[in-house]
């Protein structure tokens, strides 16, 4: 009897020895894990590195500067809108390698490919966050006072998703002045009601929780309570929203770029650099092309990304 | 007129909720007093107040309720007429609350022990080093296993018995004079039931905290009441010393609830019930709340039953019935 009792005794103490052994799993670390256990988080996560990688050692890949007109700096004389010339693929070795071709002012599209890639994704991310701070702020005062200032907010952020989102930034654009800056200011402005929206309908959830109502009877403050108790626990289903936002955000600032109402001509923009060469398709197909593709790859590593952050957060789906 | 050890002393808290068929009445004057290092167990069927009287002590009551007359007097203060400002600073300082399901009462991206030392800076304005320091002192004296290693553990990583242990950490962590648990082990198991019990009656003796323990298991109650208040509808229907309302229930509606405990071992082919349901709050009898289920009603009162509500008859100095029986006995 009593050797059986410190068997089991023992046997406890191993279990709760190896209970200690194990460490505590953060979210984050989880959430990773699940997101590249599915094929398009890690397509998604692997392109999107990639991108990044571009974008910062730009200097270092891109031959040349990508505002650099080369009339009469080459060995060989350039002609406008000059196909690419890849040594491996038996271009002329005499000639210097040109990997995406020359576009319309004599400039190296490959580099000015490479360095449109930094302020695409920082379009991307600014504009994004400069959403996702007003849309939250808006949409957490909103459902935290309810009542008039719910009223006052909703119905301007109503308003706003009342217009065709691409219309209404054109307008704004045009009565700010195009450029860079005002186009993302107004993409931002478009794209806030849905963060807004989307922050007020899970905060006026997570009011209700029994936590929140716990710290309320430990004496917490209304700003207290907002800040460390709802808002981290209502942020999931909003940095999904933000991730799939920055491909939207992306895609319409390349849009505006396109109509001549975002990024202005001799900077390397996508969107820009597709309009301004849009009339020779079909003399200087590469022109166009290439832009098209960075936009489209980029486009499609965050709406990967953001599909399966959305699966890897999602509390219903198992791993 | 305050006695020394009394800290908080509630006179005819009276509670509303505006719904849909009028202003509904969920808590009708009731009155208590609690002293220093006490436990007063409110105890009652879903839905008859308890939780609104408590609710109505924090000014934690819901948009639609509001409390309509009464008085809670806590240091010579009135909780009821004390601004939001004023009570958060009382909240969690000198009265604390604990809720029914602990696995829901903790905030699940913050750390456990964030959580125990926030409470630290919430109220004594201290660092957060300070505060962590005296979090994993808390979680020593809530019995923790390991409390270094939990510090840093998530609320969805503990059990029932160990997350409601923290939030009597948090609870308790300043000190407070009174502290409200609003049924603390109806989401637990039995042992971790007792365990919790347990936890609570040694931390009162250390601290000398008064507790307000709102359940309805009478086990409970007998294992950690001092006094008791039996509500119904609304009221206080019976209120003493646990011995006396255990021993000699005097209103039919506690003796009809102490003849449906089970008893183990006691053959019984089925369990003592009540008859018929609690009358709905928008509709109440204009007599005696319990006058239709009651089964000590006859005939020489029974017109003072339906037609007048009883007024609480004191049977001695500290035990007392709400029923037209107990009229002569006063």
């Known amino acids: ?319 | 007129m305050l006695s020394q050890s009394t800290q908080l002393e509630v006179k005819n808290l009276t509670t509303c909720f505006r719904t849909s068929k009028g202003n509904v009445m969920a808590v009708d004057e009731i009155s208590f007093s609690l002293k220093k290092g006490e436990t007063l167990c409110i105890v009652g069927e879903s839905g008859c107040g308890k939780s609104v009287s408590a609710l109505s002590i924090m000014g934690l009551l819901p948009p639609s309720g509001y409390v309509k007359s009464g008085s809670a007097i806590f240091q010579n203060n009135d909780l009821l007429l004390m601004t939001t400002k004023e009570l958060e600073k009382l909240r969690g300082n000198r009265i604390s609350m604990i809720f029914q399901d602990p696995g829901s009462s903790l905030n699940p991206v913050m750390r456990v022990g964030d959580q125990v030392s926030e409470i630290f800076q919430i109220h004594l304005n201290i660092s957060k080093q300070e505060g962590q320091k005296k979090a994993l002192e808390m979680l020593k004296q809530v019995e923790i296993p390991d409390p270094e290693s939990r510090m840093l553990a998530f609320p969805h990583e503990l059990s029932g018995g160990m997350a409601q242990r923290i939030m009597i950490a948090i609870a308790l962590a300043c000190n407070p004079d009174i502290l409200i648990a609003d049924e603390p082990t109806t989401a637990l198991d039995v042992t971790i039931q007792s365990q919790i019990l347990n936890l609570m009656s040694e931390m009162q003796l250390k601290t000398q905290t008064a507790i307000i323990l709102i359940t309805h298991d009478l086990g409970v109650v007998a294992e950690m009441a001092d006094n008791v208040l039996v509500m119904y509808c609304g009221q206080v229907v019976e209120y003493g010393d646990v011995k006396t309302v255990f021993n000699s229930p005097i209103h039919p509606y506690t003796k009809a609830l102490m003849k449906s405990i089970p008893i183990i071992g006691k053959k019984t082919r089925r369990l003592d019930a009540i008859p018929g349901r609690v009358p709905s709050l928008d509709m109440l009898p204009s007599g005696c709340r319990f006058e239709r289920r009651c089964a000590e009603k006859n005939d020489n009162i029974v017109s003072n039953c339906q037609n007048k509500i009883p007024p609480i008859f004191n049977v001695d100095s500290v035990h007392g019935s709400r029923c037209w029986l107990e009229k002569g006995n006063e």
């Open chain 1, 1 to 319: 009897m009593s050797k059986l009792g410190k068997v089991s005794k023992n046997l406890s103490e191993n279990i709760d020895e190896e209970l200690l052994l194990q460490k505590p799993v953060s979210v984050w670390k989880r959430t990773i894990k699940r997101l590249l256990s599915k094929r398009s988080g890690k397509i998604g996560l692997l392109l999107i590195c990639f991108i990044f990688i571009i974008a910062i050692a730009a200097p270092v890949i891109a031959p040349y500067d990508p505002q650099e007109v080369l009339i009469g700096k080459e060995i060989v004389k350039l002609k406008k809108r000059e196909a690419p010339c890849i040594h491996v693929f038996g271009c002329d070795q005499a000639k210097p390698q040109h990997l995406m071709g020359i576009d319309g002012n004599y400039r190296d599209q490959f580099s000015r490919i490479i360095y449109g890639s930094r302020i695409s994704l920082s379009i991307g991310f600014s504009t994004v966050s400069f959403a996702v701070i007003g849309g939250v702020l808006l949409g957490a005062l909103a459902a935290f006072f309810g009542g008039w200032i719910d009223n006052i907010i909703m119905r301007m952020m109503d308003v706003i998703l009342g217009f065709p989102s691409l219309l209404l930034a054109i307008a704004i654009v045009a009565v700010l002045g195009p450029g860079i800056r005002n186009a993302l200011l107004a993409i931002a402005i478009v794209t806030l009601p849905a963060y807004a929206r989307l922050t007020r309908a899970s905060v006026l959830t997570v009011k209700e929780l029994d936590y929140v109502k716990a710290s309320v009877a430990l004496g917490a403050s209304p700003t207290r309570l907002l800040l460390f108790r709802i808002l981290p626990n209502s942020l999931t289903p909003i940095v999904v929203l933000a991730t799939l936002g920055i491909a939207t955000a992306i895609l319409d600032a390349a849009g505006l770029s396109f109509l001549g109402l975002g990024a202005q001509p001799p900077s390397p923009e996508w969107g820009t650099m597709l309009g301004s060469e849009r009339n020779q398709v079909f003399s200087a197909p590469h022109l166009v092309f290439f832009p098209g593709i960075a936009i489209m790859i980029t486009v499609l590593a965050f709406n990967l990304f953001g599909d399966g952050l959305r699966d890897a957060l999602d509390p219903r789906l198992n791993d």
